[in-house]
């Protein structure tokens, strides 16, 4: 058969092999629960007794059905009661961690209030070596001195390290996380995908700036949900003590890739917990 003119033939491009697993980074979900307390109230002794077994082998799997990475924790207001943050290769072993939870003599009264899907990335906007080398330039640093090779070096041996962290983070064992989705602008006016790249790359350099003065008190992390969810990003962020998740959250707010372009959704805190303190914070016993 002939091939349409100017189309490759197929077997000359270098395709994947279909996968549910990304070229680089994890698949990554946050979900949100609360019990019912009118289902509760109708469970026999005995059927609770075996909904909360079923609830802590869930929130707690084990190593075969484990995700890579599985957090728990406490949520403070009315939107939800706990939530469980996972990444993994495999987006089914994160579901199925989901589905081990609101199934079971628990699973009734148990409801999924809010979910958000996402994957990890390097971002467009970490710089390169060069860009780097660029900036420090335009920042005063003199082309041929020993000061900006040095600094240009350093950064050159952390960028790997700062780019597998972006990609399969090291979760910090402290108490406090927020979580919320955000989206860039496109209103007249203030169209982030209509400024330039160097514009862009500008102000999200300020704004990793204001992040870096945090270094040691908040970890953060930002998963991309184009194509996959309602929002384009999830903003994940860690605190030793949620004062400083009030604190970069207001601090950052000024940058102008906040103040002008950032768009946010519902925001959620959180404290880490085991599945037994979940459960007894939400007084659920026999």
Known sequence: MNQPAGRPHAAS?????????????????????????????GLSARRLRDGMR????????????????????????????FALMMMDADPLKIDAVHQAV?????????????????????????????????????EGNAPDSPELAAKVAAYERRLPMMNQQRLSPDIPDWPAACFYPMNKSRVPGANWFMESSSLRQTLMAEHAQ????????????????VG???????????????????????????????????????????????????????????
Request: glycine share 8%.
């Open 13 to 41: 491009q270098s395709l994947p092999e279909p996968s549910r697993t990304p070229s680089e980074g994890l698949h990554c979900s946050h979900f949100m629960y609360r019990f019912r307390r009118d289902v509760l109230a």
């Open 228 to 286: 996959l969810d309602d929002w384009e990003w999830m903003v994940t962020l860690w605190g030793r003590n949620p004062e400083h998740l009030k604190e970069i959250v207001y601090r950052m707010r000024f940058d102008q890739a906040s103040a002008k372009y950032g768009e946010f959704g519902p925001f959620y805190v959180g404290y880490s917990a085991t599945g037994e303190e979940i459960l007894d914070h939400c007084r659920i016993n026999v």
């Open 54 to 81: 079923q609830f802590l082998a869930a929130v707690d799997p084990a190593e075969a059905t484990r995700p890579e990475k599985l957090q728990r924790y406490i949520i403070s207001g009315h939107k939800a009661d």
């Open 102 to 138: 609101v199934s079971g003599p628990l699973g009734a009264a148990v409801e999924a209030t809010w979910s958000f899907v996402s994957m990890s990335e390097i971002s467009e906007y970490v710089p390169s070596v060069p860009q780097y080398r660029e900036k420090l330039i335009r």
């Open 210 to 225: 204001s992040g870096m003065a945090f270094a040691g008190r908040v970890s953060q992390l930002i998963t991309v949900g």
